[in-house]
Protein backbone atom coordinates (compact mmCIF):
# COMPACT_ATOMS: atom_id res chain seq x y z
CA UNK A 1 0.00 0.00 0.00
CA UNK A 2 1.77 3.39 -0.66
CA UNK A 3 2.06 5.92 1.76
CA UNK A 4 -1.16 8.00 0.29
CA UNK A 5 -2.89 5.61 0.55
CA UNK A 6 -2.10 4.31 3.79
CA UNK A 7 -3.08 8.13 5.28
CA UNK A 8 -6.12 8.37 3.38
CA UNK A 9 -7.51 5.37 4.75
CA UNK A 10 -6.78 6.62 8.33
CA UNK A 11 -7.87 9.80 7.42
CA UNK A 12 -11.53 9.16 8.57
CA UNK A 13 -10.32 7.59 12.13
CA UNK A 14 -8.37 10.32 12.76
CA UNK A 15 -11.20 12.53 12.18
CA UNK A 16 -13.36 10.98 14.49
CA UNK A 17 -10.95 10.89 17.55
CA UNK A 18 -10.17 14.70 17.12
CA UNK A 19 -13.63 15.36 17.44
CA UNK A 20 -14.15 12.77 20.44
CA UNK A 21 -11.09 14.93 21.60
CA UNK A 22 -12.83 18.37 21.53
CA UNK A 23 -11.48 19.98 18.57
CA UNK A 24 -13.03 22.84 17.13
CA UNK A 25 -15.80 21.71 14.91
CA UNK A 26 -15.66 20.44 11.38
CA UNK A 27 -18.50 19.69 8.48
CA UNK A 28 -18.45 16.47 8.05
CA UNK A 29 -21.05 14.70 5.58
CA UNK A 30 -23.03 17.63 5.56
CA UNK A 31 -23.54 18.50 9.39
CA UNK A 32 -21.49 20.26 11.81
CA UNK A 33 -19.60 17.45 13.95
CA UNK A 34 -20.38 19.19 17.19
CA UNK A 35 -23.65 18.23 15.77
CA UNK A 36 -23.26 14.45 16.36
CA UNK A 37 -23.52 14.60 19.59
CA UNK A 38 -27.36 15.31 19.89
CA UNK A 39 -27.62 11.70 18.56
CA UNK A 40 -25.16 9.84 21.07
CA UNK A 41 -27.93 9.04 23.83
CA UNK A 42 -29.13 7.30 21.34
CA UNK A 43 -26.31 4.86 20.08
CA UNK A 44 -24.62 4.40 23.13
CA UNK A 45 -25.19 2.02 26.64
CA UNK A 46 -27.32 -0.99 27.20
CA UNK A 47 -30.43 0.90 27.15
CA UNK A 48 -30.33 3.43 24.70
CA UNK A 49 -32.73 5.76 24.66
CA UNK A 50 -34.97 6.79 21.48
CA UNK A 51 -33.63 9.57 19.31
CA UNK A 52 -34.77 13.20 20.04
CA UNK A 53 -35.95 15.15 17.70
CA UNK A 54 -33.05 17.11 17.46
CA UNK A 55 -30.93 14.34 16.64
CA UNK A 56 -33.37 13.06 13.70
CA UNK A 57 -32.98 16.85 12.74
CA UNK A 58 -28.85 16.20 12.03
CA UNK A 59 -30.24 13.20 10.67
CA UNK A 60 -31.85 14.29 8.09
CA UNK A 61 -29.39 16.82 6.92
CA UNK A 62 -26.41 14.80 7.29
CA UNK A 63 -25.28 12.75 3.95
CA UNK A 64 -26.18 9.24 5.86
CA UNK A 65 -24.50 6.95 2.95
CA UNK A 66 -21.03 9.20 3.95
CA UNK A 67 -21.65 8.62 7.32
CA UNK A 68 -22.15 4.78 6.79
CA UNK A 69 -18.04 5.37 5.51
CA UNK A 70 -17.34 5.79 9.11
CA UNK A 71 -19.74 2.81 11.00
CA UNK A 72 -15.79 0.55 11.51
CA UNK A 73 -14.77 3.44 13.75
CA UNK A 74 -17.79 3.39 15.73
CA UNK A 75 -16.95 0.94 18.73
CA UNK A 76 -13.55 2.58 19.28
CA UNK A 77 -15.81 5.67 20.26
CA UNK A 78 -17.86 3.54 22.59
CA UNK A 79 -21.27 4.15 19.74
CA UNK A 80 -22.70 0.68 19.04
CA UNK A 81 -22.56 0.81 15.06
CA UNK A 82 -26.03 -1.69 14.88
CA UNK A 83 -27.84 1.29 17.15
CA UNK A 84 -26.48 4.46 14.76
CA UNK A 85 -27.39 2.05 11.27
CA UNK A 86 -30.61 2.23 12.93
CA UNK A 87 -31.54 5.86 13.73
CA UNK A 88 -32.49 6.73 9.89
CA UNK A 89 -35.28 4.39 10.27
CA UNK A 90 -36.13 5.43 13.87
CA UNK A 91 -36.45 8.98 12.72
CA UNK A 92 -38.43 8.31 9.66
CA UNK A 93 -35.97 7.88 6.64
CA UNK A 94 -34.86 5.18 4.36
CA UNK A 95 -31.38 3.98 5.76
CA UNK A 96 -29.13 3.60 2.90
CA UNK A 97 -27.78 1.02 0.34
CA UNK A 98 -24.72 1.91 2.06
CA UNK A 99 -25.23 0.84 5.91
CA UNK A 100 -26.21 -2.39 5.12
CA UNK A 101 -23.98 -5.37 5.44
CA UNK A 102 -20.56 -6.07 8.01
CA UNK A 103 -18.27 -3.60 8.76
CA UNK A 104 -15.31 -3.11 6.83
CA UNK A 105 -12.17 -3.68 9.01
CA UNK A 106 -9.52 -0.75 9.52
CA UNK A 107 -6.50 -1.11 7.66
CA UNK A 108 -3.74 -2.60 9.50
Known sequence: MTRTSSVASWAPVILLLALVAGATAVSI???ESD???ECRPAVTGKSPKPPTKRCCSVVRQANLPCLCNFKSVLPSLGIDPALAMALPKKCGLKTPR???GKMP????
Open 105 to 108: KLPQ
Open 98 to 100: ECH
Open 35 to 37: QLK
Open 29 to 31: CNI
